[in-house]
Every structure is written in C-alpha cells, then in structure tokens.
C-alpha cells in the first residue's frame, strides 16, 4: 500500500495493513519494541462514513425493492387471471417467474453495496456501472492479498 497516493485509498481504509503476530516469536517483547509500536486503529477512523452508507442503502432499496416488489406482484398478478378464468397458468411458472424476481432481488442488494460510491465527496452516477467496476476491481485485489499473506 506504500506504493499508493493517498487519493487511491478509502477514506475509511487504514493507512497500513496490521501484521498478525509470528507464531514462532517470544510472546512478551522488550519495553522499547513496545514503545514503537503504533496506537491501535479505533473503530471511528475504520468505519463507513454516515454519507457512503446512507448512499449504499438508497441503492440497496432501489435495486433490492423493484424486483422484490415485482416478486411480490407476480402472486397478485397470477392470481387474478386464474381467478378471471383468462388462460390456465402453470403453477411451475408463477414459481419460477417470482422466485427469479427474488433472485434479482438478492443480486441487487449486492450491486446496491458495490456499485454506490465509497467516496464521501463524489457522489457517483446513476446506475454507477463504473463506481461498481472500481469497488469490484478494489474487493478482488484486497481478496488476493489476504490470500498471498496467508
């Protein structure tokens, strides 16, 4: 992370990575080794700021609510052409057409977090293919990372 400007890190991202402690090393340390050592990082300077998570849940609502709503509807909608006599309406379908809509459902909760902006002053677009691009590209590298330390 050295090697990174200040602009390429989150707001609410540590500046350094804590290392774990080396199994093979003495538990107590000498009072100066102690004395070096960094204060701990508190929970205000780690966590998501009121304005990113205010915007990751308006777009977890939208993405998450449209097709959870359009799930919901499908029973209302299947219900009223089985009852209105229309055509008959195959129980596998009106399971399948809802559960896929739920299923977009969970999708869009995962886009919703993904895709807003984790920058406090930039507000991000619309459907923020491009914050979500950004935030995926960041989540895959801190995946490899933790991977190679491990």
């Known amino acids: 992370m050295s090697s990174e400007s200040p602009r390429d890190r989150l707001p609410f991202e540590p500046a350094k990575n804590r290392k774990k ?3 093979n090393s003495p538990t107590t340390a000498p009072a100066a080794e102690k004395a070096d050592k960094k204060r701990p990082v508190s929970r205000d300077e ?3 700021p009121e304005v990113v998570s205010k915007r990751m849940a308006t777009r977890m609502a939208l993405f998450c ?3 959870s709503f359009l799930g919901m ?3 209302v909608v299947s ?3 089985v009852t209105n ?3 008959e309406l195959p129980n596998v379908a009106v399971v399948l057409v809802s559960m896929g809509f739920f299923g977009l459902g969970v999708l869009g909760l995962t886009y919703g977090v993904i895709s807003a902006s984790w920058d406090e002053e930039i507000p991000g677009s619309k459907l923020g293919w491009s914050e979500f691009t950004t935030n ?3 989540m895959t590298e801190a995946w490899r990372s933790a991977r190679k330390k491990t």
């Open 21 to 23: 402690p080396d199994k």
């Open 46 to 48: 780690t966590a998501i």
């Open 65 to 67: 609510g449209i097709p």
């Open 73 to 75: 509807f499908t029973f």
């Open 79 to 81: 219900y009223w052409i």
């Open 85 to 87: 006599k229309l055509f």
């Open 136 to 138: 995926f590209g960041r």
